[in-house]
């Protein structure tokens, strides 16, 4: 026999329908509303916490993004050293990593190196710097290589520091720094060639040159081959990528946490010579890099000559609070173009 509601059940069962296409729908539009890029925008992981990874940098690992970042927690200050030039600091935490598939959903790795308060490593010690993490992979020793900027409060050790891991999601046992060449190194970044070759590129004289250094083969030392490019430009923030056999740098120049106009590069080898680009952002705010600082320049995977301009928001007075800045890179005539968008997904590279 036919089973017939009553009026008052059939229109309760009408609502929960009705609720459960509306909750189906706000799903849908919700999971479409992830899938894009919001510059400066609050980015959440996927446990609904905020990203906490700055002057970060990527590695991509059998199908996987792993994003390393500064973990920046607790109140912002001014130590009595940094009072002259107004250098504001949190107490060092660690490096953060995340993992993601598709660059928009990120799982929590938690902390891969920490900040620890006993003498044996004073290089980690919360009262130091701990700045810009990059990671690759050495294929011949299987290892996962971090290099980082060390320093003291003040920023006058100036030192490179690495660490490594038998897993992208460490834990990384911290090794030791350097000055490499002899010289001051600050703001920095990894470069690994398709040959397997790996560099470092970062501040040095005083942050006035940029060094590019090679590593050695197992990428814990520096190989002793180097080259100085830029002299005197006071370059930061470096970042590289390659494209169509080209080697691109966008770097900022040097004021801190506050934002300033990005230059960029280009050069046929990774030694130099290196031709200036000039700023490669265009747009309302393209004198402050829309805010931002680079961090590095990622390939998107399975889509040649893509590239994303990575780069932090700082909050000099929250250091905390910084936000991320991620663009996509356009390549005209030769040269990177960053433009503003508010909210951008992958498919800008498919025209
Ligand atoms: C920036 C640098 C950051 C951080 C900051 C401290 O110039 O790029 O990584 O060191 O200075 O003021």
Redesign the pocket.
């Known amino acids: 026999m036919k089973h017939h509601l009553t009026r008052p059940r059939f229109t309760r069962r009408l609502k929960i329908v009705f609720s459960l296409g509306l909750l189906g729908f706000a799903a849908v539009m919700n999971a479409a509303d992830t899938h894009a890029f919001k510059p400066g925008e609050l980015w959440l992981d996927a446990g609904g916490k905020p990203i906490n990874a700055h ?1 970060g940098g990527m590695l991509y690992h059998q199908g996987t993004y792993y994003w390393y970042g500064e973990h920046k927690e607790g109140p912002t200050t001014t130590p009595a050293c940094n009072k002259s030039w107004g ?3 949190t107490e060092m935490v660690g490096f953060h990593c995340y993992s993601s598939t598709n660059l928009f959903q990120w799982k929590d790795e938690g902390l891969v190196l920490r900040a620890v308060t006993n003498d044996a490593q004073p290089d980690l010690h919360p009262s130091g ?1 701990l ?2 993490p990059k990671v690759v992979f050495n294929a011949r020793t299987k290892k996962f290589v971090m290099w980082m ?1 060390i ?1 003291s409060a003040d ?1 006058s050790a100036a030192r490179a520091g690495v660490a490594v891991a038998e897993q992208p999601t460490g834990p990384f046992t911290y090794l030791n720094s350097v000055r490499p060449e002899g010289q001051m190194s ?2 920095q970044t990894l470069f690994q060639d398709e040959d397997g070759t790996a560099y470092r590129i970062y501040s040095s004289e005083n ?1 006035q040159t940029t060094y590019i250094s090679q590593l050695s083969d197992d990428y814990l030392t520096h190989s002793g081959k180097f080259v100085k490019a830029f002299a005197g430009r006071s370059m ?2 470096q970042a590289i990528c390659k494209r169509d056999g080209k080697y691109y740098l966008i770097a ?1 120049g ?4 506050a934002p300033n106009a990005a230059r960029s590069a280009v050069a046929d080898n990774i030694m130099g010579p290196w031709t200036e680009l000039g700023n490669p952002c265009e747009g309302k705010d393209a004198q402050t890099t829309f805010a931002g ?1 680079s961090t590095y320049l990622l390939p998107v995977a399975g889509k040649p000559g893509a590239i994303i301009f990575m780069a ?1 928001i ?1 909050k ?1 007075d929250d250091i905390a609070s910084s936000r991320y800045l991620w663009l996509p890179v356009r390549f005209e005539d030769d040269k990177p173009r960053i433009r503003w968008e508010k909210s951008w997904n992958l498919s800008v590279f498919d025209h």
């Not at 040097?254 to 946490?257: A, L, T």
């Open positions: 002057g250098g504001t600091r710097v700045e810009r900027h320093d920023y600050r703001d942050n930061e923030a900022s040097c004021s801190g946490w600082q932090d700082w000099g």
